[in-house]
């Protein structure tokens, strides 16, 4: 059996039966990784094609990026040779467009290599990607090796190791998780010659990257450590799995398929509603396409879409509303005041400018902050599964 980095996250996040559900082949809820998946799949063609032609045209490069992502959405595409189902246009023309912004900001290497392919035996020798003996192996985004030579003369070899993020929250503690200690390793044990790994991570929607320097030899018992750490997890994997029903399922990708979910206590409601909070998640957006339409009519009622009333503000409405203020002699300090701007809007504001060249961070630092609250929602152990902070608001900073 082979592993992935992924899945010694999974096993981590969920439980090992989600392992045993991978490798049956069941059925996962992929919504979420689509966009990701394509976005790497185009920066994958580009990236080979500009390594084939270094002065490939910029009609060329659209070209490729539409062929691939028409691919995906028509025939789909295979991965570890397992075929896996076209995604929805609207998916891979997302992923598409986050690569050629990507490109039109960063220029991509032609002696790189694109989704580079590395597997690893048992006593960790490389072996070819899909060789029967492989135990773990892994894709690598983007993997360009060089010399550099410093200002006394000394010759290093220098390994620039990116992982590509579709999330707009690129966040420090990514570059010390499983998934970037095992490309470290992995890249050192295949280049033993490398002195230094500089481990980004990009983000293609705002073009963020963090990066970690790791020196191969001064940090040689670090990356040993995490060679055993990985080996252990390889172990525990090897090993039959055993279903861990409950808070895990939360965001487990085969909560639908999973029977267990049906084990847990009947009278263990927070368990219980962990682990179907993710399969109502999951339905739902089935239920949604097949809706779409035409809702579905039972004699206990109606599924699907339905018309509903809410109201709206009009196009002038800010400006009308600021007008009549004005001749009330309403100062523009209270008008704004009762506008309140949230964090979101002025992250948008943000945005925008940082296309004229301010610096985003600098601006939203001066004008966004933290706050405490109360949120309901479920957090596991280790990992923050909410989509907002657990008990911090990110509010915007009154000005002074
Ligand atoms: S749904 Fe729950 S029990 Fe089933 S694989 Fe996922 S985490 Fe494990």
Redesign the pocket.
């Known amino acids: 059996m082979t592993f992935h980095p992924t899945d010694i996250s999974m096993r981590e996040k969920?439980?090992?039966?989600?392992i045993?559900?991978k490798q049956k082949g069941t059925k996962r809820s992929r919504d979420i990784f689509q966009t990701g998946i394509a976005a790497h799949a185009v920066l994958e063609d580009i990236g080979k094609a500009i390594k084939k032609n270094p002065d490939i045209s910029l009609q060329d490069i659209k070209q490729i990026a539409n062929d691939t992502a028409a691919i995906l959405c028509s025939k789909g595409r295979a991965y570890d040779n397992i075929p896996e189902p076209p995604m929805k246009i609207s998916q891979a023309l997302e992923g598409m467009k986050l690569a050629l912004k990507h490109i039109y900001a960063n220029e991509l290497d032609p002696e790189a290599e694109y989704e580079m392919p590395l597997a690893f035996n048992d006593k960790w020798e490389q072996v070819p990607y899909y060789d029967k003996t492989a135990v773990f192996r892994t894709l690598i985004d983007y993997l360009h090796i060089y010399k550099e030579i410093d200002e006394d003369g000394e010759e290093s070899t220098i390994a620039i190791v990116k992982d590509y993020k579709t999330s707009w929250h690129i966040t420090n503690d990514m570059l010390d998780n499983l998934q970037r200690r095992a490309q470290a390793l992995v890249v050192y044990l295949a280049y033993p010659e490398i002195d230094v790994l500089v481990m980004q991570v990009q983000g293609l929607r705002n073009n963020k990257t963090i990066q970690r320097r790791i020196y191969t030899q001064p940090e040689y018992d670090t990356l040993q450590e995490w060679q055993n750490d990985i080996s252990l997890a390889i172990k525990a994997l090897l090993e039959p799995q055993i279903?861990?029903?409950?808070i895990?399922?939360?965001n487990?990708?085969?909560?639908n398929?999973?029977?267990?979910?049906e084990e847990i206590n009947p009278g263990d409601i927070v368990q219980k509603y962990a682990?179907f909070l993710?399969i109502v998640k999951q339905l739902e957006k089935d239920v949604r396409i097949l809706t779409k339409e035409i809702s579905a009519t039972t004699p206990q009622g109606t599924v699907g879409y339905s018309q509903k009333e809410r109201l709206t503000t009009q196009e002038n409405a800010l400006l009308t509303l600021w007008n009549v203020w004005k001749q009330q002699n309403g100062s523009v300090e209270d008008f704004l005041v009762h506008i309140k701007l949230n964090a979101t809007n002025a992250k948008k504001l943000i945005r925008v400018l940082s296309q004229n060249g301010i610096d985003y961070d600098s601006l939203a630092n001066q004008t966004i902050t933290k706050q405490q609250y109360s949120q309901f929602g479920i957090s596991k152990a280790n990992t923050t599964v909410q989509t907002k902070d657990d008990n911090t608001k990110t509010t915007v900073q009154k000005s002074t």
């Open positions: 969920h439980c090992g039966h989600a045993t559900l279903p861990n029903p409950g895990n399922c939360y487990c990708p085969y909560a398929a999973c029977q267990w979910t682990a993710t």
